[in-house]
């Protein structure tokens, strides 16, 4: 029970026995006292408390006085001054006591940026392009809840007090302090790649009500899977450092699809891909592409692939039959 409910119980008890003529002589002395000094001091109030009075005030509307009236006895003035003063000690606890909204901090990045963000804390983010991340200002004690959208690495300081979780729409990870990727674009599978230390995945979706949403730990060079919201949770063996080379402007393709590489590229250089065939979208590659420019980058593609390009502005025309 916290304060403020057990000071309202003692109350009433008190109140209660007083009226039921059931309290000590001295107890019932103290009530009537208290009573008397309610009726004739005026409170002194510090600047801070006056505006609390008034809330309070403000929250007790005066009812129409009959014009039948008839003196009270003593007894439910008592009672009455009890109940006021116990309504305006509760009202003011829990207007001093509740705590503040948390002041949220929102950050977005475009096709073709990227943004590194300190948390007060410490911890480091490091957002991709086309992501937006969500967290408070001010870390409330007990956990550090952050909201993500696209792709984010993050180094978490670690604090065993407060739990570092990171919301995502299909999935939910908690730590205490490491170092993880996180992929979750909308309409792409949600990937979860950690470097160091150990995480706690969680599935937040499910494909129907009755479906066990799976969760597992993680530890360095794993990474949990999650397809689509009908699918289930899958673990795999990886190597972590070429899920977070995009901090370096690097990319390793083992196997990756053109189409899958396309969308990273959007991403990264704000340009949009035209594929004048579809199957090229299919095409494989494999091997480590280090920081260069988008011209150059395709040049290397229409080699390796053989096929052909054009850039106009902020589209890319990709051209071909075969890889």
Known sequence: MNRASTM???E?????NYLKGTLPENRKKLVEEFYEMESQRTTQWD???????????NRIKPRPISSKTTRRLPLVNIAASLLLALAVSYILYASLHKSPALEMVEKTTSFGQTSTIQLEDGSIIWLNAGSTVSY???????SRQVTLLGEAFFEVQPDASRPFVVSTPMMTTTVLGTSFNIAAY???PTAITVSTGKVLVQQTTAASSSQTKKEMILYPNEQAILEDSDSPMAKASVNAERYSSWRNEEYFLDQMTMGTLAGTLER????????????????????????????ALMELLATTLA???K???????LYGHNC
């Not at 408070?136 to 007990?142: A, L, M, V």
């Not at 850039?311 to 025309?317: A, D, F, R, S």
């Open 136 to 142: 408070p200002k001010h870390f409330p004690s007990g």
């Open 311 to 317: 850039i106009e502005g902020k589209k890319v025309h």
């Open 186 to 188: 909308h309409r792409d």
């Open 47 to 57: 600047t801070h408390l006056m505006g609390k009075k008034e809330e309070v005030k």
């Open 12 to 16: 009433q008890q008190l109140l209660e």
């Open 8 to 10: 309202k119980s003692k």
């Open 307 to 309: 096929i052909e390009y």
């Open 268 to 295: 990264r250089f704000g340009v949009r891909f035209i594929f004048h065939d579809e199957q090229l979208k299919n095409c494989q590659l494999s091997g480590r592409v280090k920081k260069q420019s988008l011209s």
